[in-house]
């Protein structure tokens, strides 16, 4: 596994080394001490979220505050997405910027987004299946949302693609109005 950088340090891009042949592929999708290396961190993961999404379904932009905010690993298991993250610690030189990576189950990526960032994405193909590993527990009553398309952020989100929002997701305040971090 290798891991790429993106416009925030923290948040990063993982290519995990396929090995394919005429039977199909194998692949290492998550190990630990490889993890602790690339990120500089030691994460446990305690939980596994999975959705199914139709294409144009945006879901996000999503963290936890409190005594229970999360960090994630994600990756598409079919279709494809674009995956956001969002610096929202505003002692961060970079509250308030993002960066985006198409994830797909072709290109085998994964993104890890850590506690303090807010999580979204988009999904781009007919359908897309997308797997979470989670470092903390759903905590609804930490659970927040983000705005998806506030101008103070900016993300590009891929041209040509109405947005299908869940109710909470179009109500969610712009980051000026949010409970973020400290």
Do not use: C
């Not at 979220?49 to 598409?76: C, D, E, F, I, T």
């Not at 960066?99 to 979204?120: E, I, K, M």
């Not at 109710?167 to 400290?182: G, N, S, T, W």
């Amino acid at each position: 596994m290798q891991a790429q950088s993106t416009e925030l340090p923290e948040v990063l891009l993982l290519e995990p080394k396929v090995f394919g042949d005429e039977r199909g592929y194998f692949m290492e999708a998550f190990h630990q001490t490889r993890f602790a290396e690339l990120t500089g961190t030691h994460t446990d993961f305690v939980q596994d979220n999975q959705s199914g999404s139709r294409r144009g379904v945006l879901r996000g932009l999503h963290y936890q505050v409190g005594a229970h905010p999360q960090g994630k690993l994600v990756r598409v298991l079919s279709g494809a997405v674009f995956d956001v993250a969002v610096d929202i610690r505003r002692s961060s030189p970079r509250f308030g910027q993002w960066t985006g990576r198409p994830l797909s189950a072709d290109n085998r990526h994964q993104l890890w987004v850590p506690p303090g960032f807010a999580h979204g994405f988009l999904v781009t193909s007919e359908h897309a299946e997308v797997l979470y590993k989670v470092t903390d527990v759903y905590d609804p009553a930490g659970e927040r949302a983000i705005r998806w398309d506030d101008p103070t952020i900016g993300i590009a989100w891929p041209e040509g693609i109405a947005p299908v929002l869940s109710d909470k997701d179009a109500a969610a305040p712009p980051l000026a109005e949010a409970e973020v971090f400290a």
